[in-house]
């Protein structure tokens, strides 16, 4: 299973934009990158996946270099309520597999 | 159903104690994970099933953690002889098949050991 290197926390102010990094070098062909958020109290809950170049949804989008060896979550224009920790996944794919969660990036959004 | 379901919501017992936790996934997912979760910390992979196949239990700690899914849906965590050590957040998830499903994760058992 691919190794996953994310900040271990960010700072932020209301309307921003949040660009947050994964490292995962040893990515394998096989391999998609998953992103999950999770709040105090509650079970992580998924944002995005993609495999390469661009992905994007209501909530993010997703930024992955031709090399694959890492990828970037974008907040568009945070709120209070994007404070949280978010994980960056690697493997293949999110179901039927060992997944395995890292320690997450921890996102405060000030107002 | 809505949502993974996980009970009961909070669980105290005392040290030596056996104690079983109940994962409900949601209905029709084929896959389903046991995790547990320090304070402050990621998810911890326990182990995981595809229908009533238990695929990988290589998370578990030690030989008191077992756990079964025997038709393919409810699954059960038990902790035998539990120990203060094992207090932790104790998160379930299912997903709807083998391949690049996202996790759906229930609110997790407090288990409290004392």
């Known amino acids: 299973l691919a190794k996953t290197t994310q900040p271990i926390s960010m700072d932020s102010y209301e309307g921003q934009e949040v660009n947050i990094t994964c490292s995962h070098n040893?990515?394998?062909?096989?391999?998609?990158i998953t992103w999950y958020q999770q709040f105090p109290s509650q079970g992580p809950r998924f944002i995005i996946q993609?495999?390469?170049t661009k992905v994007t949804n209501e909530v993010a989008s997703l930024f992955i270099p031709a090399d694959r060896k890492s990828s970037t979550l974008s907040l568009p224009r945070v709120s209070l309520s994007d404070t949280a920790v978010y994980y960056c996944?690697?493997?293949?794919?999110?179901?039927?597999?060992?997944?395995?969660f890292g320690a997450g990036t921890r996102l405060f959004v000030k107002a | 159903g809505a949502g993974v379901s996980q009970s009961p919501r909070y669980k105290v017992t005392k040290r030596g104690q056996d104690v079983a936790l109940r994962c409900d996934p949601i209905?029709?997912?084929?896959?389903l994970y046991w995790y547990r979760q320090a304070l402050g910390q990621g998810p911890e992979f326990l182990t995981y099933?595809?229908?009533?196949?238990?695929?990988?239990k290589s998370g578990l700690p030690n030989d008191r953690f077992s756990a079964e899914r025997p038709e393919g849906s409810i699954s059960t965590l038990t902790i035998q002889r539990t120990e203060q050590r094992d207090s932790a957040m104790y998160r379930c998830?299912?997903?709807?098949?083998?391949?690049?499903?996202?996790?759906?994760f229930g609110n997790g058992t407090r288990l409290t050991v004392t």
């Open positions: 993609g495999y390469k």
């Open positions: 040893n990515i394998a062909t096989n391999d998609y």
């Open positions: 099933f595809n229908y009533e196949a238990q695929q990988d």
């Open positions: 998830a299912s997903s709807s098949d083998r391949g690049n499903s996202p996790l759906h």
């Open positions: 996944l690697v493997g293949e794919g999110t179901g039927g597999f060992k997944t395995i």
């Open positions: 209905s029709g997912h084929v896959s």
